[in-house]
């Protein structure tokens, strides 16, 4: 007997930051270990991009890659990549790390895709707008930045389980 078709999935997530490398994989690694622990992974497309392509091909970051690790979830398998036309019309809803980040997606997205676009914080309000980049920080920012993800992720994680019910 021939395996039962895939259901195409209900709904599509995608982070971006500047070069998809330390922020967006975070966001995208946890979400998609939140959705796993939820039994809803086969029914959401998690992804992460960059508004730059500075690092496409690239895995996360190793200071990214070990905060998820010491946290039990692994995005050593993401790899960096830049944001695309054919990512508005893909992803039901699309997350920017800070407001640079939004001016550049609003830039590019087509007039009928633009309420998909949000600031990944506005999840989170309480941390503010941005989500700071820790690329040139030390440790702390990257504890920050998965501190920011944890919180964004509950809060997404319950929106996604309201639209699909």
């Known amino acids: ?24 994989p975070t966001a995208d690694g946890l979400l998609r270990h939140r959705l796993r622990e939820a039994g809803l992974h086969d029914r959401v497309v998690v992804d992460s991009a960059g ?5 496409i091909g690239h895995p996360p970051d190793r200071r990214s890659a070990a905060k998820a690790r010491s946290y039990g979830v692994d995005i050593g398998m993401l790899r960096a990549r830049q944001v695309e036309a054919a990512d508005f019309q893909r992803f039901d809803l699309i997350l920017a790390m800070d407001q640079g980040h939004y001016d550049i997606l ?19 309000p309480d941390f503010g707008r941005d989500v700071p980049d820790p690329y040139y920080g030390g440790e702390d920012g990257f504890e920050t930045v998965w501190r920011m993800c944890d919180a964004v992720s509950a809060a997404l994680l319950a929106e996604i389980r309201d639209r699909l019910a």
Request: net charge positive; hydrophobic share 35%.
């Open 1 to 24: 007997m021939p395996p039962a078709p895939t259901a195409a999935p209900a709904f599509s997530v995608l982070m971006v930051c500047t070069g998809n490398i330390c922020r967006s």
């Open 51 to 55: 508004t730059h392509g500075y690092h």
């Open 106 to 124: 609003l830039q590019l997205c087509p007039p009928q895709h633009r309420d998909k676009l949000r600031l990944y914080l506005e999840y989170a």
